[in-house]
């Protein structure tokens, strides 16, 4: 992890500073034994349910998204074992951080900020990230899930712990669209994405992730490159009472201008993965 962090901020540091002091919570110790036995070369799958099925709770939820349909599982998955076996350790390590973190975000709402309206909209940049990588990367629809759905897991800390400063940058945000990091850069020295990053080490996030999320607006990592489809869906603000745009006219254009793919091929993709990605905000909250 600390090839990331050569000539940047400590990230402890840059984090107890963006978060005033707040202390950032640590995963229940299901989840915290669940990545250690998924990253152990010489666990087995039994070794791994038995973690995960020591927490009912998080058991369920992980169940539910594997048979979700933002992955598309061809046969309902029963089981913890059957999990692991069809979709392998790496998905489930991912399918573990995404629910430990959800889980782990403060869920009251503050200026600017909407617990329900925030996740809603960053399931929808999970599954179409997901849909995207069909056509960008296919092997790796799994992690440009993951690091779609988490890319703005920042802000709700920052929201909560600054509401009166960052309250109002979001709002701007999500009413006038344009880039929430140089917006946030106009009043901070940091913005939710460096934020994130730091966020990921303290979490001891995989380096593939970590960087796919610290370089979703553009950041640069060495050894690593960007993931087209989660840079794109980096476009997708919160829905808007007035139903004006919430950045699709933005990521269609630049899915077309960057990465010269027709229109077409993205549009079909968005109203399904929306649809996918509103019932899983209602499964992982």
């Not at 058991?59 to 074992?81: D, G, H, I, P, Q």
């Not at 979001?170 to 913005?191: F, I, K, N, P, S």
């Amino acid at each position: 992890m600390l090839s990331l962090f050569k000539k940047k901020t400590d990230p402890k540091a840059g984090l107890q500073k963006a978060l005033r002091g707040y202390s950032l919570p640590s995963f229940p110790a299901a989840i915290m034994q669940t990545l250690e036995r998924i990253r152990d070369p010489d666990a087995c799958a039994s070794s791994v349910a038995d973690a995960l099925s020591v927490d009912p709770g998080l058991s369920v939820r992980v169940l539910r998204l594997a048979n979700s349909a933002a992955f598309s599982a061809r046969n309902k998955v029963e089981n913890l074992s059957q999990a692991i076996a069809l979709i392998g350790f790496s998905q489930l390590e991912t399918m573990v951080l995404s629910v430990g973190v959800s889980g782990s975000m403060p869920g009251q709402s503050s200026p600017g900020y909407d617990a329900a309206r925030f996740w809603r909209a960053s399931a929808r940049r999970g599954v179409l990230a997901h849909s995207l990588a069909s056509i960008f990367c296919p092997a790796r629809g799994s992690e440009c899930f993951t690091a779609g759905f988490l890319q703005d897991m920042a802000v709700p800390l920052l929201a909560a712990q600054n509401p009166d400063r960052y309250g109002p940058i979001l709002e701007q945000w999500r009413t006038e669209g344009g880039d929430l990091c140089e917006m946030e850069r106009e009043v901070y020295e940091w913005d939710h994405a460096e934020v994130a990053t730091w966020m990921c080490h303290e979490w001891d996030f995989p380096e593939n992730i970590t960087a796919a999320i610290g370089g979703h607006h553009g950041a640069d990592y060495d050894g690593y490159d960007h993931l087209a489809p989660v840079s794109l869906v980096a476009w997708l603000r919160e829905d808007r009472e007035d139903g004006e745009d919430i950045g699709l006219d933005a990521l269609t254009a630049d899915a077309v201008s960057q990465w010269d793919v027709p229109i077409e091929s993205v549009r079909k993709l968005i109203e399904p993965s929306f649809q996918k990605g509103d019932a899983l905000a209602q499964m992982m909250l």
